[in-house]
């Protein structure tokens, strides 16, 4: 109950296991909750991080002021004081360490697909419901304002009834013949390639903007068959020329089409080797009496075409203000210009206030087991060449 009166925020002490690029992400959100959320109902404190690689995590946690440095993310789980983990390893390791964080009676913010398979997501999800903790997964897109707007002109019934939509997820992290091979292009350790890396950030948007999917049959491919194994530690997408070639062992493109609950139909394409698409991801939706669409390069903008003409009906720029999402707690107006770390900001703080309040708020777990139930059948329906009915 309130009284009127500011409460002061509960401090919430955090790690972060996995301290490469994605790692420094998430400990830059974290110190900047503060900043943007000065009302708060929680402030974060970074008492440790953790990577096995030698000197990374005591590098981080000077960087950062984080009070321990270990090499064994076991060490994070032992401390009694961490209330809250932040696990940004590769994918092979989120079971095994998301489980372990939630069974110690931590909360959890782990980044997406979480896991290999939905198997790895559900037993994840299995572990925060028997533990009675709050997660956060990084579907990060649904954050940005523009999005939100979106979805509330759509649930508000301005575009009519929902038709059909296009999903884009374009990359060219991985067109280069030389990029290094790395865990990402291994099965066993990088799951299902670009299905979850980027698919899975496009079967949460169709989800969170258009509702369950009903149906579904795709086609994948793998483009660059082999790679040059690194010689050394990596971080981000890096080149290798002189290493051991081997095999990619997963997808590189996706085409999917998707039947919804609905009855819409939406098309969703990613790909990891486009050339000329850098972060090229988006979405077009149409209904009975109107469309929308966003490019995430141009993250505050939206194209809207409302009204009640039909046919010729004009397409309009609509740049979101503070009255979208939570754009009031980084720009003061309208086409301020926001970035991806401030989706992540977001992110942050809706975990937290999850936290400290016992509601959960925003992407958790279980739309990580419904994105990768749907990245499962995709696979599947690759294999069998056919349709997948989703549950």
């Known amino acids: 109950m309130h009284d009127g009166t500011q409460q002061d925020p509960t401090p919430v002490r955090v790690a972060v296991i996995g301290m490469g690029w994605m790692g420094r992400v998430h400990a830059q959100a974290y110190a900047r909750v503060p900043h943007h959320y000065p009302d708060g109902p929680a402030v974060p404190v970074l008492a440790a991080v953790a990577d096995d690689v030698p000197g990374r995590a005591t590098a981080f946690a000077t960087r950062f002021g984080a009070s321990a440095a270990y090499t064994d993310w076991r060490d994070v789980l032992g401390d009694p004081s961490i209330d809250a983990v932040s696990v940004t390893v ?120 258009l509702g369950d999917i ?90 809207a075409s409302l009204g009640s003409d039909f046919q010729d009906q004009p397409v309009s720029a609509v740049h979101v203000g503070p009255g979208s999402g939570d754009y009031a707690a980084f720009q003061p107006g309208a086409a301020n210009p926001m970035g991806y770390d401030d989706l992540k900001v977001i992110e942050a703080q809706r975990f937290l206030r999850s936290v400290v309040t016992g509601v959960p708020e925003g992407a958790t777990v279980d739309d990580a087991v419904r994105s990768a139930r749907a990245l499962d059948a995709m696979t599947r329906s690759v294999d069998e060449g056919r349709w997948v009915t989703l549950a």
């Open 90 to 209: 590769p994918n092979f390791l989120h079971r095994e360490i998301g489980v372990a964080v939630l069974d110690a009676g931590k909360h959890l913010w782990i980044e997406k697909p979480v896991g290999l398979t939905a198997a790895d997501a559900a037993a994840v999800a299995e572990a925060a419901e028997r533990n009675d903790r709050r997660t956060a997964v990084g579907f990060n897109y649904r954050n940005a304002p523009a999005v939100q707007a979106a979805r509330a002109m759509i649930a508000d019934g301005r575009l009519g009834t929902i038709t059909h939509a296009r999903f884009r997820l374009f990359s060219d992290y991985a067109a280069h013949p030389d990029g290094a091979l790395t865990w990402r292009y291994q099965r066993g350790r990088g799951g299902n390639g670009v299905l979850g890396d980027l698919g899975s950030h496009g079967v949460d948007l169709v989800t969170h903007l």
């Open 214 to 303: 009903a149906a579904l049959v795709a086609d994948t491919a793998i483009f660059i068959p082999e790679r040059s194994e690194p010689t050394g530690a990596t971080s981000g997408h890096q080149l290798a020329t002189s290493g051991v070639r081997g095999a990619v062992e997963n997808e590189d493109y996706l085409s999917a089409q998707l039947r919804l609950a609905s009855g819409a139909r939406c098309v969703l394409e990613a790909s990891r080797v486009a050339v000329g698409e850098q972060n090229s991801y988006g979405f077009e939706i149409h209904g009975t009496s109107g469309m929308v669409r966003w490019d995430y390069r141009r993250m505050g903008e939206l194209e």
